[in-house]
T-cell receptor, first 113, second 114 residues
Framework: NAGVMQNPRHLVRRRGQEARLRCSPM?????VYWYRQLPEEGLKFMVY????????ESGMPKERFSAEFPKEGPSILRIQQVVRGDSAAYFC???????????FGPGTRLTVT | KQEVTQIPAALSVPEGENLVLNCSFT??????LQWFRQDPGKGLTSLLL?????REQTSGRLNASLDKSSGRSTLYIAASQPGDSATYLC?????????????FGAGTQVVVTP
């Protein structure tokens, strides 16, 4: 049973470009969470999605960031017009229910040059 | 507003000693608490999940206790090994709103020396 998959593992973007981060949850999991870990900081919640629905986006920056979890395919975290401050590790987690254990993927490390 | 604090921020012990890692939270209305391990440049590995109704949870050399009323959890690692070197994170899930999200502490960085 494969765990949570994230790709790419490393992503380098120039300022102003778009970054697309993908997350495939564990088999049987329909709840996906995105977290961000800035350098020298702890993990911060960004968004919680179920299939085709955003449940809680209270941690998402108001501009440039969006997330989706379509009926088919992986969840996507999209960052438009990236800036240096977006450089961080982005982690995806999945669970079989909103109060159940969350399992984390290996993360995508985004570097903005 | 929930705040999660982990003390100490860093810890170095010789191999064989027991490790004691502390986690405190300001709002006792939690649904559960989860302990994770993070290796450098890697993702998070879930170690233990304690429901709010439980006092402790055990897995092998790991034991986690929870005192919800005082807002504290402690992770004990018995007979530490160099392979236990990592950053340990605790995270709480609120019992009221926003059930889905975890709120993390900043972590305790552990080094076990041979």
């Amino acid at each position: 049973n494969a765990g949570v998959m994230q790709n790419p593992r490393h992503l380098v973007r120039r300022r102003g470009q778009e970054a697309r981060l993908r997350c495939s949850p564990m088999k049987g999991h329909s709840h996906v969470y995105w977290y961000r870990q800035l350098p020298e900081e702890g993990l911060k919640f960004m968004v919680y999605l179920q299939k085709e629905n955003i449940i809680d986006e209270s941690g998402m920056p108001k501009e440039r960031f969006s997330a989706e979890f379509p009926k088919e395919g992986p969840s996507i975290l999209r960052i438009q017009q990236v800036v240096r401050g977006d450089s961080a590790a982005y982690f995806c987690a999945s669970s079989s229910g909103e109060v159940y254990e969350q399992y984390f993927g290996p993360g995508t490390r985004l570097t903005v040059t | 507003k929930q705040e999660v604090t982990q003390i100490p921020a860093a810890l170095s012990v010789p191999e064989g000693e027991n490790l004691v890692l502390n986690c405190s939270f300001t709002d006792s209305a939690i649904y559960n608490l989860q302990w994770f391990r993070q290796d450098p440049g890697k993702g998070l590995t879930s170690l233990l999940l304690i429901q709010s109704s439980q006092r402790e949870q055990t897995s092998g050399r790991l034991n986690a206790s929870l005192d919800k009323s005082s807002g504290r959890s402690t992770l004990y690692i018995a007979a530490s090994q160099p392979g236990d070197s990592a950053t340990y994170l605790c995270a709480v899930r609120r019992a009221t709103d926003s059930w889905g999200k975890l709120q993390f502490g900043a972590g305790t960085q552990v080094v076990v020396t041979p």
